[in-house]
């Protein structure tokens, strides 16, 4: 017989209580505060009434990203059973998602940032402090955001994101004191309700709030989000101590991988045996590789934060707000790590036993690769990358199964100026393309600087645009093929052409080509092509004849 949880009962009449509720907030059990604004309204209404009394357990989310990453952060989230994904910005994706959902989106996504549960928002019309104060005093239900079930109070932190800041009123448009004004207007809503206030906390807060105030012609709009987590996530937490001048973020790395499909190519390895080697000739402390060989892995990079000790990840706080007497958040949030747990023990076993998937890295500097190999320790994944030290346009990577196709991953150095150091490293980065990888390889560089990727002399077949810092960058992948075999198909193609118009001269064939006509071709171009098709029709007349 099926127990029914007072929790459940609750839950049912907050169901009621909610659809009968108008109001800007509405709340659930487990202490959800539910949304007026979800990434999509209708459809998260619509996935609510089609989960019934489950979807009480529905909240709408939105997850951050380095500027250009949010095609990848999307496909991350549909892939763990997020709803309704879209993405809002360059940099930001909105979805629905059940609890348990929502607790994967926080373990499992690679390029995510922070990961925030949407709370409340006001009309565009917030013009004062007082305006802003008067709203969180009226709108946020304190004892469901702050309490902790128990009777005490959970600590909290408010940070303020200004967006579209000219159109910000001046008396809110500084985030510090925004941010102030939140966090008075929560505690005197607390005060209303007991003798007492809630405690700052800006290393671990229980319940770490992030208010967007966004500029419009009218006033300001503020959206209020509870993070489930506290710190970027885009910190693994295998690095410590002294960092690479150039190392690039844990999350960008993890994209761009993504963006190559490296992950795909380890799952098609492990399924079907395809074997393949990623590599990076200019690793440096090896973000690219590290990344590559977690998904080797299938380590979760939440898990690999627990492992490294990042402070308040065993127990971060969307469960510590969640739970509110019932463990069941607890218990889901403890089933998800062991899932995650075996899948890494089985993946380590499995690329610890084979060379279906190798992983190799190279760097002039040796104090790169110390960092590397620290970075590689801290992370317990040593043993599945082979690094070797020198001038890249040297490196003979060699495999241990011959023919296996090479995927390269790198960012070579650049700058705002190209200093001659670098163009050398570019053309060390050629040779080694050109040289010492076979055809067929798939190179993908980071580059931000046009200038610099000159130096490959090499056409690329797809790009990527993307943002750190006030630096625009390009994903470059290139297919790299021997000369012998661009050479042989140019002269394939040739013949083909002269096949079928064996008069044609060189403009003529560009005509042909395109199929259209073009006025940037030189008109004596036109006439030999006119010429020559004349001659090609007098030919044909002349075969008539003599039929
Ligand atoms: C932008 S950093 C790479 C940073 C790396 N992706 C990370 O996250 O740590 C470029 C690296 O290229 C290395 N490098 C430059 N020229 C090289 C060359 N000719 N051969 C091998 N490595 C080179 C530098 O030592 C530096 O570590």
């Known amino acids: ?152 109070l959970l600590t909290l932190s408010v940070g303020v994101i200004l967006n579209n800041p000219s159109k910000i009123p001046k008396d809110i448009n500084h985030s510090h004191y925004s941010a102030l004004t939140v966090k008075n207007a929560l505690c005197d809503a607390v005060r209303e309700l007991r003798d007492d206030r809630p405690n700052v906390d800006l290393d671990d807060p229980d319940v770490p709030l992030t208010a967007v105030l966004l500029g419009t012609d009218s006033g300001a709009r503020v959206s209020l989000y509870r993070q489930l987590h506290n710190g970027s996530l885009h910190k693994r937490g295998y690095r410590s101590g002294a960092i690479h001048k150039a190392a ?9 991988l993504l963006t190559a499909g490296w992950d795909q190519k380890c799952r098609d390895a492990r399924r079907e045996d395809d074997a393949v080697v990623l590599l990076d000739p200019m690793a440096g402390s090896g973000s690219l590789l590290l990344e590559g060989a977690m998904m080797a892995v299938d380590l979760a990079p939440g898990l690999m934060r627990i492992k490294c000790g990042l402070p308040g990840h065993s127990m971060p706080p969307v469960v510590r707000w969640k739970h509110d007497g019932d463990m069941r958040v607890v218990d889901e949030w403890k089933a998800l790590l062991l899932d995650a747990t075996s899948r890494a023990k089985s993946g380590l076993r499995w690329m610890q036993s084979t060379d279906t998937v190798e992983i190799l890295g190279n760097d002039i500097h040796d104090g790169a690769l110390n960092l590397f190999e620290n ?6 994944l040593r043993r599945l990358v082979q690094l070797e ?39 060390s980065m050629r040779i080694f393309l050109r040289e010492c990888c076979p055809s067929g390889t798939e190179a993908w560089v980071l580059s931000g600087n046009a200038e610099a990727t000159k130096h490959l002399g090499l056409r690329r077949s797809q790009s990527l645009a993307l943002k750190t810092g006030d630096q625009d960058l390009r994903w470059l992948q290139y297919i790299l093929r021997d000369r012998s075999e661009i050479l042989a198909e140019i002269e394939e193609k040739k013949s083909r052409r002269k096949d079928l118009n064996p008069y044609a001269s060189k403009p003529a064939k560009r005509i042909q080509d395109t199929g259209r006509k073009n006025s940037s071709v030189p008109s004596k171009a036109k006439e030999n092509f006119k010429q020559a098709e004349r001659r090609r029709q007098a030919a044909i007349g002349n075969e008539w004849m003599i039929d």
């Open 248 to 256: 690039m973020k844990e999350s960008l790395a993890a994209g761009l």
């Open 375 to 380: 970075a590689l320790d801290a992370a317990g």
């Open 389 to 427: 030290e020198g001038d890249c346009s040297d490196w003979k990577p060699k495999p241990k199964r011959e023919g296996t196709p090479f995927i390269v991953v790198s960012n070579p150095p650049w700058g705002v100026r190209l200093t001659e150091d670098m163009s050398e490293s570019w053309e």
């Open 1 to 152: 017989m099926t127990r029914t949880h007072p929790a459940r009962l609750l839950l049912l009449l907050s169901v009621f209580l909610w659809k009968s509720c108008s109001c800007v907030f509405a709340l659930s059990t487990h202490r959800r505060l539910a949304c007026s604004r979800p990434s999509s309204p209708r459809a998260a209404a619509a996935y609510r009434n089609h989960l019934d009394d489950e979807s009480l357990d529905i909240g709408s989310y939105i997850a951050t990203c380095i500027p250009g990453l949010s095609d990848a952060l999307s496909d991350e989230l549909r892939t763990l059973g997020c709803q309704d994904v879209e993405r809002s910005a360059s940099s930001a994706v909105r979805f629905n998602a059940n609890t348990q959902t929502a607790l994967k989106a926080l373990l499992w996504t690679r390029t995510s940032h922070k990961v925030m549960e949407f709370l409340c928002e006001s009309p565009p019309t917030l013009k004062s402090r007082e305006d802003l104060h008067r709203f969180i005093l009226d709108a946020v239900p304190v004892k469901e955001l702050l309490g902790d079930g128990r009777g005490g």
